[in-house]
């Protein structure tokens, strides 16, 4: 190699060097102009994973703690400090379990009040519920129970021996609804006993 061509050689490094520490200061500059940004950015970004983290931690010791109060209440159905503290804790399962109690027991009057619960599911098979322990479906003639309302009409009038109207009711069911071929059933028992 010639002198000439060693020294377009250290040429072309020195320019490249030039320009690698030319985009470093370019960097440097943006960081320093930018730098409380980038901070806060990853303030919030560990905020974030620490709240989210947190939130799962408090709804796994609310579940344990609803846990522990549900267990018991079973052990001692009269504790009622426990079921208050559960009504504080985790007021979806209270309801639960209050109208699991009160379907067990045939209590009309906690069912009554569970017609009124904010949870659509209670509410509804509550007053299926009390329909079906008062033998008065009246308030079920719409609705998600309607059909199973008519066929228990029917089976009760079928036992009751009053197969006309038993069959009225029976017959209301929806030919769609998937209780027809019970209430089919129920109707044909009916008349041939």
């Not at 060693?6 to 490094?13: A, D, I, R, S």
Request: charged share 25%; no cysteine.
């Amino acid at each position: 190699m010639s002198i000439k061509e060693n020294l377009q050689v250290v040429k072309e490094e020195i320019s490249s060097d030039e320009k690698m520490l030319e985009s470093v200061f370019r960097i440097e500059a943006f960081i320093k102009k930018y730098k409380f940004l980038f901070i806060a950015l990853i303030v919030a970004g560990l905020g974030w994973i620490a709240w989210f983290y947190a939130g799962d931690y408090f709804k796994e010791q609310k579940a344990i703690k609803s846990t522990a109060l549900m267990e018991k209440i079973q052990s001692n159905i009269e504790d009622e400090s426990a079921w208050n503290e559960l009504k504080k804790e985790n007021v979806p399962l209270y309801e639960m379990m209050r109208f699991s109690y009160a379907i067990k027991n045939n209590n009309t009057q906690e069912l009554e009040q569970m017609k009124s619960s904010k949870n659509p599911f209670i509410a509804t098979y509550a007053d299926y519920e009390v329909a079906s322990i008062t033998e008065n479906f009246t308030s079920l003639k719409e609705g998600a129970f309607s059909d199973l309302a008519l066929l228990q009409e029917g089976y009760l009038l079928v036992s009751k021996k009053d197969y006309p109207q038993a069959l009225n009711k029976l017959n209301a069911i929806a030919n769609t609804s998937e209780l027809k071929d019970f209430a089919l059933r129920i109707g044909h028992y009916g008349i041939t006993q």
